[in-house]
């Protein structure tokens, strides 16, 4: 089993659409959780943290359920440019910041 | 201020054959780690140096190593090359203090065995 699992998609959507992706990590000892997106054959860039009490940057919001090990990203007003793979990442350690990647999601935004 | 940059941006190797790829981490960080993504997955951790040491290693045989030099930059070597390391390598900077600080990645080095 993977320690993170992501629906891989692909996701394809009309602009303006609200969209919800889910993940699932396995390590309870995991303590910082993440969204990262990553571009057609570039770099991952992290999108935002995400905190226990769920937490918001626009029109993304990002939800945490420690005890259900369950991790939610929702985009609202999709926007051509939101066409990405959205990685879900946990990490288990502080300074040592050894990050576990999901396989990601694709997302496609239709004009 | 230059974000990581890493080098070469693209490589051709046979296989068995010995690779060097190199990382310059973003200026003011001090930590540097290295990821293995295959087509279509996600990054997977190779190893993190910090303080010139390796400080984890991930999943990945011995056949990968690495070093940290005093101005923080960083290389990956892999030996014995498999067709099965074909993949884009990024490297990634974090400051290595205790607590959470944002890891950046450089733009990878796609690497082809044949």
């Known amino acids: 089993r993977k320690e993170v699992e992501q629906d891989p998609g692909p996701f394809n959507v009309p602009e303006g659409a609200t969209v919800a992706f889910n993940c699932t990590y396995s390590n309870s000892a995991s303590q910082s959780f993440f969204w990262y997106r990553q571009d057609c054959r570039k770099e991952p860039k992290l999108l935002m943290s995400?905190?226990?009490s769920g937490n918001e940057d626009g029109r993304f919001t990002a939800q945490l359920n420690r005890a259900s090990q369950y991790i939610s990203l929702l985009i609202r007003d999709s926007k051509l440019s939101d066409s990405a793979t959205y990685l879900c990442?946990?990490?288990?350690?502080?300074?040592?910041?050894?990050?576990?990647f999901g396989s990601g999601t694709q997302l496609t935004v239709l004009p | 201020d230059a974000g990581v940059t890493q080098s070469p941006t693209h490589l051709i190797k046979t296989r068995g054959q010995q690779v060097t790829l190199r990382c310059s981490p973003k200026?003011?960080?001090?930590?540097v780690s290295w990821y293995q993504q295959a087509l279509g997955q996600g990054p997977q951790f190779i190893f993190q140096y910090y303080e010139e040491e390796e400080r984890q290693r991930g999943n990945f045989p011995d056949r990968f190593s690495g070093h940290q030099f005093p101005n923080y930059s960083s290389e990956l070597n892999v030996n014995a090359l498999l067709l099965g390391d074909s993949a884009l390598y990024l490297c990634a900077s974090s400051l290595g203090g205790a607590g959470n600080t944002e890891a950046f990645f450089g733009q990878g080095t796609r690497l082809t065995v044949v």
């Open positions: 995400v905190y226990s």
């Open positions: 990442v946990v990490s288990t350690s502080g300074s040592a910041r050894q990050l576990t």
């Open positions: 200026s003011g960080h001090d930590t």
